[in-house]
T-cell receptor
């Protein structure tokens, strides 16, 4: 069974631009969550999607948004990039429910110059 | 609010030593789940173990063992006879029951473990 796939693996953008990251979950998983990892703040929850609906959201500004498609693939968008948005963005997929294990992709490393 | 604390930022040991990574958590939920993940240099978080709040049995998997104690809100991880391949950042995480089965992991700050040959 294929794991969680994130594309691209690396991105370099400049301030003010926008970026879209993609995540393909494990087959059969309908829940997709996104996390931001930075040296200063650690791993922080961004949002979770299930059946094309955002069910839960972390404390991030509205510049961070996402969506999920009918095949459970998810995209995350960051508009008006700031230097502080430089981070490793991790996507995780799981079966529904808090008890279920989240399986992570290798992440997209975003650098904002 | 939920919180996970991993007080050890970095640990360095010599190969074959035993090492314990500490994890202390805070939650008001009566039902919750605890996890350990390993993050090698490649960046991917690798699942190691899940424990629910009603199961305080310790678990052993090869050289890995976990000690869950609700009385002290701790979920510690021990590696016996450490190997260089165990070098990684280890994260402890907590997930509580959220309405509609929503998922959200709260992570500790991680412990960077270095095993020296």
């Amino acid at each position: 069974k294929a794991g969680v796939t994130q594309t691209p693996r690396y991105l370099i953008k400049t301030r003010g631009q926008q970026v879209t990251l993609s995540c393909s979950p494990i087959s059969g998983h309908r829940s997709v969550s996104w996390y931001q990892q930075t040296p200063g703040q650690g791993l922080q929850f961004l949002f979770e999607y299930f059946s094309e609906t955002q069910r839960n959201k972390g404390n991030f500004p509205g510049r961070f948004s996402g969506r999920q498609f009918s095949n459970s693939r998810s995209e995350m968008n960051v508009s008006t990039l700031e230097l502080g948005d430089s981070a490793l963005y991790l996507c995780a997929s799981s079966l529904e429910g808090a008890k279920n294990i989240q399986y992570f992709g290798a992440g997209t490393r975003l650098s904002v110059l | 609010a939920q919180k996970v604390t991993q007080a050890q930022t970095e640990i360095s040991v010599v190969e074959k030593e035993d090492v314990t990574l500490d994890c202390v958590y805070e939650t008001r939920d009566t039902t919750y789940y605890l996890f350990w993940y390993k993050q090698p240099p490649s960046g991917e978080l690798v699942f190691l173990i899940r424990r629910n709040s009603f199961d305080e049995q310790n678990e052993i998997s090869g050289r890995y063992s976990w000690n869950f104690q609700k009385s002290t809100s701790s979920f510690n991880f021990t590696i016996t006879a450490s190997q260089v391949v165990d070098s990684a950042v280890y994260f402890c995480a907590l997930s509580g029951l959220i309405i509609q089965g929503a998922q959200k992991l709260v992570f500790g700050q991680g412990t960077r473990l270095t095993i020296n040959p």
